[in-house]
Nanobody, 121 residues
Framework: QVQLVESGGGLVQAGGSLRLSCAAS????????MGWFRQAPGTEREFIAG?????YYADSVKGRFTISRDNAKNTMYLQMNSLKPEDTAVYYC?????????????????WGQGTQVTVSS
């Protein structure tokens, strides 16, 4: 059974940084595409970054966030710099059964439970 567990969320001031982790079990993180999504209250879950053989970012985070993975630790990361209050959301990691990444929630087969990120102004 595939499990994804996020960690690293918290409260940070605007302009600060956080690094989220997504530890995988039941599969190797390199065996398929993975991504990060976020969901603020009253909004739909939105794609922010994906990684497979390449990386891709939503315009809202491009240049500030970096997605990466450590195959030896079977963990994916999201380094978030220059955080803004509008980045406040629950952040989810997701994994696909197949290679590649997608920007829709339906492109992913496995999800973590989410970790809260709050950016104060």
């Amino acid at each position: 059974q595939v499990q994804l567990v996020e960690s690293g969320g918290g409260l940070v001031q605007a302009g600060g940084s956080l690094r989220l982790s997504c530890a995988a079990s039941g599969r190797t993180i390199s065996s398929g595409g993975m991504g990060w999504f976020r969901q603020a209250p009253g909004t739909e879950r939105e794609f922010i970054a994906g990684i497979s053989s390449s990386t891709y970012y939503a315009d809202s985070v491009k240049g500030r966030f970096t997605i990466s993975r450590d195959n030896a630790k079977n963990t994916m990361y999201l380094q978030m710099n220059s955080l803004k209050p509008e980045d406040t959301a629950v952040y989810y990691c997701a994994a696909r059964k197949f290679a590649g990444w997608g920007i829709n929630t339906s492109d992913y087969h496995y999800w973590g439970q989410g970790t809260q990120v709050t950016v104060s102004s």
